[in-house]
């Protein structure tokens, strides 16, 4: 298979909406107690390895230091673009930043190879 093959076939795995998608996802309006109750159970689920229950807390209560840290934990374990969503919600310029000049250089030497391969074609 030619690099331009492959190239097409990751292309055509991106869905239509992008992979990102953040509208519609606002903090509940909780009372200070409840919401103090929520992180804290949020916090103690993320220790337990639970990250798909801490992270429905983190998003309904708003929480961007458990944004931030399941961002961390999605860029640890290989899975960018959940990372990039969280530290979107959170928000967290670092890590938007950070993750951002990496996807921009893949992109790039995606667009190198490319240039590369006309080059050798002669076009």
Not at 14 to 23: A, N
Not at 45 to 60: E, P
Not at 98 to 111: E, G, H, P, T
């Amino acid at each position: 298979m030619s690099k331009e093959n492959s190239h097409k076939e990751v292309l055509d795995l991106i869905p239509e909406q992008g992979f990102i998608k953040v509208t519609g996802i606002k903090p509940v309006n909780l009372k200070k107690e409840d919401k103090i109750i929520l992180i804290r159970k949020g916090n103690e689920l993320f220790n337990k390895g639970k990250y798909d229950l801490a992270k429905k807390i983190f998003l309904t209560t708003g929480y961007t230091d458990g944004l931030i840290r399941l961002g961390n934990y999605y860029y640890k374990n290989n899975q960018p673009l959940e990372a990039f969503r969280m530290f979107w919600l959170a928000p967290y310029k670092k890590g938007i930043d950070n993750l951002m000049s990496k996807f921009v250089r893949i992109i790039n030497s995606w667009l190198n190879e490319d240039k590369q391969e006309d080059l050798e074609k002669g076009i």
